[in-house]
């Protein structure tokens, strides 16, 4: 991953911690509506992917563990891992793209509710992501992949001569040569693996996804009301499909791209196809980006923006993040896709330990702040969760005290600590287990590894009934505490 040139190592606060008298009285554990959704506490467990699915698709026996756990440690909603709308393969993603993952859907949300004792609302989080493929053999893309041209011809001066030929002696030349005859989606295939983008309009399925996509996120949802699941966050944030239509580098021509106005369109007529086909007792938000930071991204400024269309079109709760994109990623090593958090971009969407005078604590807050005022300006009251980096009781109150936002999203501190949300609660806060942020979740994410954390993953693998990962080094889920 990207690392900022200053090296300052930052540690975690852990407190004062209030007594459970306190906790009480406090906003973090207070109620909040979102829209039709009720929460307890404004405490929330954003969505994070922990490769546990079946090879299918399907919720597994360590995908109920997994969020059984979190569900104990009763946060007032737990956002389900990114599920794709579409039924296709996806490795060990859950998916919701068919009638046949709704028992599997059902008793992930049983399981929570059992778990938490009826105290945590369960959402699950709706993707759709474009074709991408690994970084290719050099002698395989251009034996194979490669599609020849007739302007590769006139630049090897070879018009005439047989494709065979021509792919062979593409594979002799130098870097900078390569440079010279290849266009740079073709380069970036070479180096980085072939990935599609929203604005490749000459691919008939790509020009088309205004036409298909505010459907199968509305079927998705659907089956995620019949699965008994309290709402669902469209995942408009980060490296897939719908940032990308939100995305500054947006320049689709057919009225999807463009301006501002361009740019959310089809993110507007996606949200309003769902909330059509759903019940009004059913939450419909999304998660989008504070700011890209890329260059040429989109900016907090676009951010303010969309999140007040957001909210005029009547969205129950808006998420923010931020960074996390395809463009600043580092170049994979072959065999291996890109991974959209190697860059500064994924530095600011996970930042470290190891970080900047900034700190890896609360780097979005100040955009939130922002966006949140901007909507409350433009009269709306939609509530907004924010997150990044929070893990003790006072950071997380002044983040409500200052209108930095209205729900607390713990992440990487409710992986460390489940029970963050129950001890904190009830005066046990010094019992928390602190995040030490050294992104060792993040480097097993990167590798499609089950996600774990290092503060407990090798403890207790002796006692009986310890679900192992793969390679039975470590164990699945946190241990009681």
Known sequence: MWRPPERIRHEP??????????????????????????????TWIPAMVPWRATEDGFVSPNVLAWY????????????????????????????????????????????????????TRVLIQLIDFLAMRRRPERAKYFERLLRITDAHRAALDMRDAPESEIRARLTTLDEETLRAILTPREMESLEHGYRERVTDMELTHIAKLPETLPQLFADAAVRAEQAGLDGVELHYAHAYTMASFLSATNHRQDGY?????????????????VRAAVS??????????????IDGGSSVEDAIWFATQFARAGMDFISVSRGGKFDDAKQPKVGEASYPYTGRSGYECMPSYYSDAAGPF??????????????????????????????????????????????????RQALADPDWFIKVRSGRGAEVRLCKYTNYCEALDQRHREVTCELWDREGLDQPGVARSADGKRRLVAPDG
């Open 13 to 42: 606060l852990s407190g004062p911690w209030p007594s459970a008298e306190r906790a009480e009285r406090s906003r973090l554990f207070s109620p909040i509506q979102l829209g039709p959704l009720s929460l307890e506490q404004r």
């Open 68 to 119: 059984e756990r979190f569900a104990r440690g009763r946060p007032g909603a737990i956002v389900i891992e990114a599920t794709g709308i579409r039924d296709v393969p996806s490795g060990p993603l859950l998916r919701i793209g068919d009638d046949r993952f709704l028992p599997g859907l059902r008793q992930l949300a049983e399981t929570v509710r059992r778990a938490s004792g009826g105290h």
């Open 257 to 273: 791209g463009g301006s501002r106005e361009g740019r959310v369109r089809l993110p507007l007529e996606v949200y309003g196809a």
């Open 280 to 293: 009004k007792d059913f939450a419909v938000g999304c998660r989008f980006l504070a700011e890209e930071c």
């Open 362 to 411: 609360g780097r979005n807050l100040a955009p939130s702040k922002r966006i949140r005022a901007a909507i409350r300006a433009a009269g709306f009251m939609t509530p907004l969760v924010t997150a990044g980096g929070i893990h003790h009781f006072q950071q997380a109150e002044e983040v409500l005290a200052s209108e930095q936002g209205d729900v607390v999203g713990f992440a």
